[in-house]
């Protein structure tokens, strides 16, 4: 395996030159505009899986976009690992805040990235990431030094929820049978301080609609008489939380998983700096429910954030104006173990006793998806420690964090199958932001990584 070293330093230049290749396809899922790109983008991702050394590569057909397939087989009584990823991207919306264009990479160095960084949309989310398990399986399969059997399933979907998928994953139960799904679509604390993802929050994501008059208003003819649901719809947003930043939806928390003082104690453990964190968020102080640190309130607790909210006039100067109409997106993190379903109808129903009989509410529920926590002392997760203990000569610490990857849960439905979260990104790489990146030395450290979680989970499974 120590010839993993030599490989990369060789053929360093070419994978990031093929890396940015697949950065320039714009494969953004949530905008119908670049279908055609989201699907120029499947073939090079099968492409690539062949050049890799791959077999039975495929372009296999789902209600939305395909999902891209291959494995290597080299024994069926050896284990298999399933690598899991995504090559469809964010918008990369608002353009205008990008220091270089996003479908366009340049290599440039930052503070936490002084070995260079590549910018572009997707760069860490997720292509620079599932392409380092390409490279990975390159190496192995080009030196005779796979012990296990590999399959890929790389999809087109996640950013828009994946809604496809578990009937793909139903569908074909039999060929993605597996032992474990290995996933890098997470982040690390810091490049010397590496980490594993062992939680991901689930979804509950939902579109509110606040009908006041059955048309626009002039407002001073009609301000302060008729309802106006954009004063409504703020009023209704801001009941949602109380003085606490507790979330006031009745039964919003009754199954959400207790977690001890002792494991509580064990995760404060992991390094954290609230200082550096209000820093590179320019912030004059955090914000969240009260008697939980900053990290238990991004890991361990549910949320409900507004993402979007809009009526009326946005326009250039000021319009006299009582709109009909207002909206906002709302997702709700989750934690074990609540149920989204049961969260969105909890939600709904809330929502709607909220208004006043002068408007009338529309809650439209979008996607969604259940929490997961990977046990840490599971092969799977042993292996992975000591893969990047190998790599990064420190023991790697366990981490929950507050993103989502719907998918995982959904795994562990069908096959039975533990996933192991191992993430190269850092918090700073600005995914779903303008001037994402990802660090090159991140990029190699786990090209460099992953073949030796194959090795000690062939060794371990025994
Ligand atoms: N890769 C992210 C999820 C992630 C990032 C988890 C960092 C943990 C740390 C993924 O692509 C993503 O953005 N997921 C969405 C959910 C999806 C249903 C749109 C999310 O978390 O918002
Ligand atoms: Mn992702
Ligand atoms: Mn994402």
Same mark, same amino acid.
Request: aromatic share 10%; net charge negative.
């Given at each position: 395996?120590?010839?993993?070293?030599?490989?990369?330093?060789?053929?360093?230049?070419?994978?990031?030159?093929?890396?940015?290749?697949?950065?320039?396809?714009?494969?953004?899922?949530?905008?119908?505009?670049?279908?055609?790109?989201v699907?120029?983008?499947?073939?090079?991702?099968?492409?690539?899986?062949?050049?890799?050394g791959?077999?039975?590569?495929?372009?296999?057909?789902?209600?939305?976009?395909?999902?891209?397939?291959?494995?290597?087989?080299?024994?069926?009584?050896?284990?298999?690992?399933?690598?899991?990823?995504?090559?469809?991207?964010?918008?990369?919306?608002?353009?205008?805040?990008?220091?270089?264009?996003?479908?366009?990479?340049?290599?440039?160095?930052?503070?936490?990235?002084?070995?260079?960084?590549?910018?572009?949309?997707?760069?860490c989310?997720?292509?620079?990431?599932?392409?380092?398990?390409?490279?990975?399986?390159?190496?192995?399969?080009?030196?005779?030094?796979?012990?296990?059997?590999?399959?890929?399933?790389?999809?087109?979907?996640?950013?828009?929820?994946?809604? $496809?998928?578990?009937?793909?994953?139903?569908?074909?139960?039999?060929?993605?049978?597996?032992?474990?799904?290995?996933? $890098?679509?997470?982040?690390?604390?810091?490049?010397?301080?590496?980490?594993?993802?062992?939680?991901?929050?689930?979804?509950?994501?939902?579109?509110?609609?606040?009908?006041?008059?059955?048309?626009?208003?002039? $407002?001073?003819?009609?301000g302060?008489?008729?309802?106006?649901?954009?004063?409504?719809?703020?009023?209704?947003?801001?009941?949602?939380?109380?003085?606490?930043?507790?979330?006031?939806?009745?039964?919003?928390?009754?199954?959400?998983?207790?977690?001890?003082?002792?494991?509580?104690?064990?995760?404060?453990?992991?390094?954290?700096?609230?200082e550096?964190?209000?820093?590179?968020?320019?912030?004059?102080?955090?914000?969240?429910?009260?008697?939980? $640190?900053?990290?238990?309130?991004?890991?361990?607790?549910?949320?409900?954030?507004?993402?979007g909210?809009?009526?009326?006039?946005?326009?250039?100067?000021?319009?006299?104006?009582?709109a009909?109409?207002?909206?906002?997106?709302?997702?709700?993190r989750?934690?074990?173990?609540?149920?989204?379903?049961?969260?969105?109808?909890?939600?709904?129903?809330?929502?709607?006793?909220?208004?006043?009989?002068?408007?009338?509410?529309?809650?439209?529920?979008?996607?969604?998806?259940?929490?997961?926590?990977?046990?840490?002392?599971?092969?799977?997760?042993?292996?992975?420690?000591?893969?990047?203990?190998?790599?990064?000569?420190?023991?790697?610490?366990?981490?929950r964090?507050?993103g989502?990857?719907?998918?995982?849960?959904?795994?562990?439905?069908?096959?039975?199958?533990?996933?192991?979260?191992?993430?190269?990104?850092?918090?700073?790489?600005?995914?779903?932001?303008?001037?994402?990146?990802?660090?090159?030395?991140?990029?190699?450290?786990?090209?460099?990584?992953?073949?030796?979680?194959?090795?000690?989970?062939?060794?371990?499974?025994?």
């Amino acid at each position: 395996m120590k010839d993993i070293n030599n490989y990369i330093n060789t053929n360093k230049d070419r994978f990031i030159n093929e890396l940015i290749d697949l950065l320039k396809i714009p494969s953004i899922s949530a905008d119908p505009a670049y279908s055609k790109d989201v699907l120029a983008t499947a073939e090079a991702v099968k492409k690539s899986l062949e050049d890799a050394g791959c077999e039975n590569t495929e372009i296999c057909e789902t209600k939305g976009y395909p999902v891209v397939y291959g494995d290597k087989i080299i024994d069926p009584d050896l284990p298999t690992v399933l690598v899991y990823g995504h090559y469809d991207v964010q918008p990369p919306d608002p353009i205008d805040l990008w220091d270089s264009p996003p479908f366009e990479p340049v290599i440039k160095n930052t503070d936490l990235h002084p070995n260079g960084a590549i910018f572009a949309r997707g760069a860490c989310d997720d292509k620079g990431q599932f392409f380092m398990h390409v490279k990975a399986v390159e190496y192995m399969i080009n030196n005779n030094a796979l012990p296990c059997n590999v399959k890929f399933m790389i999809e087109g979907e996640e950013e828009v929820g994946s809604d $496809s998928l578990e009937d793909f994953l139903k569908e074909n139960s039999e060929k993605l049978k597996n032992d474990i799904i290995l996933i $890098s679509d997470t982040g690390m604390i810091a490049n010397d301080t590496p980490s594993i993802t062992t939680g991901l929050r689930g979804l509950s994501y939902v579109e509110v609609e606040v009908t006041g008059a059955n048309r626009d208003l002039h $407002s001073g003819i009609y301000g302060g008489a008729a309802p106006n649901p954009i004063n409504v719809l703020a009023k209704m947003i801001a009941q949602l939380h109380d003085e606490n930043n507790h979330i006031t939806i009745p039964g919003f928390y009754d199954k959400v998983e207790v977690i001890s003082d002792e494991e509580r104690a064990e995760m404060a453990k992991a390094p954290f700096d609230l200082e550096a964190y209000k820093k590179s968020l320019d912030i004059g102080d955090v914000h969240g429910e009260k008697g939980y $640190s900053t990290p238990e309130r991004f890991g361990i607790r549910p949320t409900l954030d507004v993402n979007g909210i809009w009526g009326g006039y946005t326009g250039e100067g000021a319009k006299t104006v009582i709109a009909s109409k207002a909206y906002a997106k709302i997702s709700m993190r989750l934690v074990p173990d609540q149920d989204w379903h049961e969260i969105t109808e909890l939600f709904q129903k809330h929502f709607e006793s909220l208004a006043p009989k002068s408007v009338k509410v529309k809650v439209k529920p979008h996607h969604g998806g259940q929490a997961y926590v990977t046990p840490i002392d599971s092969i799977g997760y042993q292996a992975a420690s000591k893969a990047m203990e190998t790599t990064f000569g420190k023991t790697p610490v366990p981490q929950r964090t507050g993103g989502s990857i719907p998918i995982v849960a959904l795994f562990e439905n069908v096959f039975d199958s533990k996933t192991i979260l191992l993430g190269f990104g850092l918090d700073s790489d600005a995914i779903h932001s303008p001037n994402e990146h990802f660090g090159v030395w991140n990029f190699l450290k786990g090209i460099e990584t992953i073949p030796y979680f194959y090795k000690y989970y062939t060794e371990m499974k025994g």
